[in-house]
């Protein structure tokens, strides 16, 4: 325990360091899985395979998003820069680990009835930290708090500005994985050209969206490592 609290902060700092880099090689992996999903020319069965795999690369990719948050959260505490601290960072811990919960139930009941609840909870949970994020986020590069942006301390509330809105292409992509779960179902009644173009259609938008994704990923990284101002 002595250890773990005079070396708290490069633990942290370590641990934010690999969710980082499962987010980021999380998403670059979806993303070439995805070439083979959408591939009429492959067996149906192949492709679904190819699917399932991505869903099994996306949750480490969830699991870093979701622990970036925390994460930076109770660094910023200890770097002085994010006020709330105590009893609101026990709170939070335990709000990431119901989180967690949800997101690797939903995981682990894919193709089950329960995963559309538990998944329709996890989206939820996006829609409602995404605004607050950018409000706080905003409210504190301006000057109004909660985080404290004076002479060196602005990368903190930019970082989280960059954060949330990831957060906000990361939502569209799961918009895309949910009609792929849709329409897979419709291709295994027979062949549907209808159904081909939709999946075509979703997965150009999701990628287009990608490189805009990871530029926010690598911004974010950047102020968290660099605190340029």
């Known amino acids: 325990m002595e250890f773990l609290a005079s070396n708290e902060l490069a633990i942290l700092r370590w641990l934010h360091i690999v969710a980082m880099v499962y987010w980021l090689g999380g998403e670059w992996g979806v993303f070439q899985t995805s070439y083979k999903v959408v591939n009429p020319k492959l067996p149906l069965e192949e492709r679904m395979r190819h699917m399932d795999t991505a869903y099994r690369i996306d949750i480490m990719a969830r699991t870093g998003i979701i622990s970036l948050l925390p994460l930076g959260l109770h660094m ?25 919960a949800i997101t690797w139930g939903a995981f682990a009941n894919r193709g089950k009835p329960l995963f559309k609840l538990l998944s329709g909870i996890e989206d939820w949970t996006r829609y409602l930290l995404i605004p607050t994020l950018l409000v706080i986020s905003l409210s504190s590069l301006s000057g109004h708090g909660p985080f404290l942006a004076e002479t060196g301390q602005k990368w903190y509330a ?72």
């Open 76 to 100: 910023g505490h200890l770097w002085g820069v994010q006020p709330l601290g105590g009893g609101w960072l026990v709170a939070m811990w335990i709000l990431w680990a119901t989180w967690m």
């Open 158 to 229: 930019a970082k989280i500005l960059t954060y949330s809105l990831a957060l906000i292409i990361g939502v569209v992509l799961r918009l895309v994985m949910h009609e792929w779960q849709k329409l897979f179902p419709v291709l295994a009644a027979g062949p549907n050209p209808e159904v081909e173009t939709r999946l075509e259609k979703s997965i150009s938008i999701g990628r287009g969206i990608a490189y805009l994704y990871w530029i926010l990923i690598l911004t974010t990284a950047f102020f968290g490592a660099v605190k340029p101002f």
